[in-house]
């Protein structure tokens, strides 16, 4: 982390602190700057829509599934029309992909970049009132401006991305992002409707004692991730699993410990999104001094060869990570 930004007084606003680090940015523009506060004002109107869901008609399923063959909820689908809407006013998206839609939503602007989104991650837990978020990641687009967006625009590596972040709806509201340039937290204040400086510079432990992962399915975890929770079980660890992804990353990346979702009889090639979930907590986690793996490869390493592609997860402190890896 620079030293400039060391002794940043905890509490300045979102936008005051975009402003002070534009200049970070290659190519900075202010696009990017402008971009940020797209997605932090679309996570506000969000957290609104998520605090009052059991007062309006807006929880519960639509009765349809998603493209991933999931059932897509009332607010899926309403994040996913305020991230949309939020993106495509200001100009500086060429393209979105989310893990709502099917296919590409090229813009047919001047953007310069293309974001993929999880509007709502973890939305079973919107009923029951427990913690969701929403996932993002910035990319330049490659293909000339102005021409129709390609899928070199879209489908590009983890290591590509510009920035990545997410929105934790908790008990607190919360964005979280990088730019590459280290991790910073915003707490929302929702009397004054700003986010503020609440987490600066963001390290994750290097080891940890939790374990997070969905063990009800572990008969069918590969040999190596049954063999890692045997460690965990045989020394001391802790097992914390709240259901959405951003919630339990985010409490592991302040406390230590690996988020686990592997290959398993019910999802041969994982559960989890490579565009929309994994690259971009895996942009994040590293930032913070974290590891992000598949079991064999570097997250941010993999090609995507599909939108919709999903990819194991395994996430957290480095020590941790790199344990779970020594069993593949
Ligand atoms: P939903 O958005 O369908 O609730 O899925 C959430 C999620 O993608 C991720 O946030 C969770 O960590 C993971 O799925 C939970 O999956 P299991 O229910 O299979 O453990």
Known sequence: ??????????????????????????????????????????????????????????????????????????????????????????????????????????????????????????????????????????????????????????????????AAGYLLYGSSTMLVYTTGKGVNGFTYDPTLGEYFLSHQDMRIPDEGKIYSVNEAASLGFPDPVKKYLNYCHENAHTSRYIGALVADFHRNLLKGGIYMYPSTTRYPKGKLRLMYECNALAFVVEQAGGKASSGDSRILEIAPNNLHQRCPLFIGSKAMVDKLESYF
């Open 1 to 162: 982390m620079e030293d400039s930004r060391i002794g940043l007084p905890i509490g300045i606003a979102l936008d005051r602190f975009i402003k002070r680090f534009q200049d970070d940015f290659p190519y900075a523009t202010g696009e990017l700057s402008q971009l940020l506060r797209d997605i932090a004002l679309a996570g506000k109107v969000v957290n609104r829509e998520v605090n009052k869901a059991g007062l309006v008609n807006i929880s519960g399923s639509m009765g349809i599934d998603n493209i991933q063959g999931e059932d897509q909820q009332k607010l899926d689908v309403l994040a996913n029309i305020r991230f949309i809407r939020a993106l495509t006013k200001g100009g500086e998206a060429a393209a979105i992909i989310s893990e709502e839609d099917e296919s590409v939503i090229d813009l047919h602007n001047n953007g310069k970049y293309i974001i993929a989104i999880d509007p709502l991650d973890g939305s079973s837990n919107i009923d029951v009132n427990v913690s969701i978020g929403t996932i993002f990641s910035i990319y330049r687009r490659r293909s000339s401006v102005g021409s129709p967006v390609k899928e070199e625009d879209v489908l590009q590596p983890g290591t590509s991305q510009v």
